[in-house]
């Protein structure tokens, strides 16, 4: 079983759409987590860190259900330059800041 | 100016060849890694440095050595290549170890093995 599994997609959406994301883990002593954009041929970017009382960034918000061991990313009113690869990371514990990737949904927002 | 700056951008070399990607960070940081993406994509560690010390070998094989001649530099040496070592590498670079939220990547290296 993978470390992190997240649903590939594509997730094919109109802008000003609604758009979930979930993630799942399998280390229930996993420290830290976060969501990473990466756009096509480019470098992984920290979208935002994951807490347990869940946290929003603008047109974003991440949920953390530790008992599931379960993660989510809610996109509202997606925009064109919303579309990227959308990356659920987890640190394990004790895990010197390693970063373990899930394989990535892909998101594409048309017009 | 650029924070984790990796060279080469792209990489194509034979089978059997030995290279060198080579990794600098000018943020000051502590912690230095390096973390391969493959064909699936998937990204995963391969080595962390903190301070020029070795603390991760992620079952990498030995084909694969790391050097880090000062804590802004961490190079990577690949002997021997073979055709499944073709994957884009990432450099990366965090404060301090055991700071998991203040990752920088480097732009990547393309290598192809043919």
């Known amino acids: 079983r993978k470390e992190v599994e997240q649903d590939p997609g594509p997730f094919n959406v109109p802008e000003g759409a609604t758009v979930a994301f979930n993630c799942t883990y399998s280390?229930?002593?996993?420290?830290?987590f976060f969501w990473y954009r990466q756009d096509c041929r480019k470098e992984p970017k920290l979208l935002m860190s994951?807490?347990?009382s869940g946290n929003e960034d603008g047109r974003f918000t991440a949920q953390l259900n530790r008992a599931s061991q379960y993660i989510s990313l809610l996109i509202r009113d997606s925009k064109l330059s919303d579309s990227a690869t959308y990356l659920c990371?987890?640190?394990?514990?004790?895990?010197?800041?390693?970063?373990?990737f899930g394989a990535g949904t892909r998101l594409a927002v048309h017009p | 100016d650029t924070a984790v700056s990796q060279t080469p951008k792209y990489l194509v070399t034979q089978m059997g060849n030995d290279k060198s990607i080579k990794c600098e960070q000018n943020?000051?940081?502590?912690?230095m890694y390096w973390y391969k993406q493959d064909s699936k994509k998937f990204l995963k560690i391969m080595f962390s440095?903190?301070?020029?010390?070795?603390?991760i070998n992620e079952t990498v094989p030995n084909r694969f050595s790391p050097k880090s001649p000062d804590k802004a530099h961490l190079n990577l040496h690949i002997n021997s290549l073979e055709l499944g070592d073709s994957a884009v590498y990432f450099c990366?670079?965090?404060?301090?170890?055991?700071?998991?939220?203040?990752?920088?990547f480097g732009s990547g290296t393309r290598l192809t093995v043919v």
């Open positions: 440095y903190n301070n020029k010390e070795l603390i």
């Open positions: 280390n229930s002593a996993s420290q830290s």
């Open positions: 943020l000051g940081h502590d912690t």
């Open positions: 990371v987890v640190t394990p514990s004790g895990g010197y800041n390693k970063l373990i």
């Open positions: 994951v807490y347990s």
């Open positions: 990366a670079s965090s404060q301090q170890l055991g700071q998991a939220d203040g990752y920088t």
